[in-house]
């Protein structure tokens, strides 16, 4: 069974920044599209970032273009989502999700491993 396992949420201030990681140790890495969503309570999950398999293309949500940052390390299977200028509406449960399509999607139907999430809080 392929585990997908987030860690690095927590509080943090307006402004600041925080690192989630995601460790894939079960998945065969190299083929997958990883990708970061977010849920907000009451609202929709909703596309963060994405990197194709290979590493060399990424994507953003429009709400964190310029201060979001992913990244893959295939030797180590894990994805990286580094969190800058943190703003309170950026509070959310952030799941990593993995997903085998040829091209990169913001859509959750086109992953098709989810974790449990990492809550990731930024007060005012």
């Known amino acids: 069974q392929v585990q997908l396992l987030e860690s690095g949420g927590g509080l943090v201030q307006a402004g600041g920044s925080l690192s989630l990681s995601c460790a894939a140790p079960g998945l065969t890495f190299t083929i997958y599209n990883m990708a970061w969503f977010r849920q907000a309570p009451g609202k929709e999950r909703e596309f963060v970032a994405g990197?194709?398999?290979?590493?060399?293309?990424?994507s953003y949500g429009d709400s964190v273009k310029g201060r979001f940052t992913i990244s893959k390390d295939n030797t180590k299977k894990t994805v990286t989502l580094q969190m800058t200028s943190l703003k309170p509406e950026d509070t959310a449960v952030y799941y990593c999700a993995a997903g085998r399509t040829l091209t990169l999607g913001k859509s959750a139907r086109e992953y098709s491993h989810w974790g449990q999430g990492t809550q990731a809080t930024v007060s005012s």
């Open positions: 990197i194709k398999w290979g590493g060399d293309l990424t």
